[in-house]
Nanobody, 114 residues
Framework: QVQLVESGGGLVQSGGSLRLSCAAS????????MAWYRQAPEKARELVAV???????NYADSVKDRFTISRDNAKNTVYLQMNSLKAEDTAVYYC????????WGQGTQVTVSS
């Protein structure tokens, strides 16, 4: 059974930093891409960052140069380092694994106060 568990969300002031973690189990972690999505109130879920099995990454334009996605295959964990946070980054952040049919985590709330 695939399980993705996010952690690291919270309340932070504008300009601050947070690091999200997503611990995966029940998958072959080295296969398929992992990604972070976010969903703000009354908005559609959007892709934030993706990291492939070969380590290549892509980012949404809105977070480029501020966020960094990484993965530790030994720990079956993917991270999202978020720096220079802005109020518009406030959202629930979800981890996604493309392995098999695809799986989502339960989400972690990030709130940035201006």
């Amino acid at each position: 059974q695939v399980q993705l568990v996010e952690s690291g969300g919270g309340l932070v002031q504008s300009g601050g930093s947070l690091r999200l973690s997503c611990a995966a189990s029940g998958i072959f972690f080295g296969i398929g891409f992992m990604a972070w999505y976010r969903q703000a109130p009354e908005k559609a879920r959007e892709l934030v960052a993706v990291i492939r099995s070969d380590g290549t990454t892509n980012y949404a334009d809105s977070v480029k140069d501020r966020f960094t996605i990484s993965r530790d295959n030994a720990k079956n964990t993917v991270y999202l380092q978020m720096n220079s946070l802005k109020a518009e980054d406030t959202a629930v952040y979800y981890c996604y694994s493309a392995y098999g049919r695809g799986s989502w985590g339960q989400g972690t709330q990030v709130t940035v106060s201006s």
